[in-house]
């Protein structure tokens, strides 16, 4: 059994996900490839003490970058899952609670 914390890597912060959280009570996560919509669902309302009304995983894909003077060195930026959370409106996340 893995705890909630093996799943929720980290919360994603940007300014989309301050809009998401906001207004439309929905918070993201990154998470672990292998991670499944009930195991993302369980590990918030287990971590946080919230009801999850709908969950959505994105696949994001590896990114390669260009560094250098010549822009020949390559550095690649790994893939991850990025899982989106609704939960009900009277409920919030504390994380997200200053970027709003």
């Known amino acids: 059994m893995t705890s909630p914390y093996d ?14 959280s906001s207004k439309l009570n929905q918070y993201a996560f990154e998470v672990p490839i292998s991670a499944t919509r009930s195991d993302v669902r369980d590990a918030v309302e287990k971590a946080f003490d919230v009801k999850v009304l709908k969950v959505n995983t994105i696949n994001v894909t590896a990114k390669v970058g260009r560094k250098g003077r010549s822009r020949r060195l390559s550095i690649k930026k790994s893939a991850y899952k990025k899982a989106i959370v609704k939960i009900r409106p009277e409920d919030r996340i504390p994380i997200f609670e200053g970027v709003e």
């Open 7 to 20: 799943i929720l890597i980290r919360p994603l912060i940007t300014e989309k996900t301050a809009y998401l």
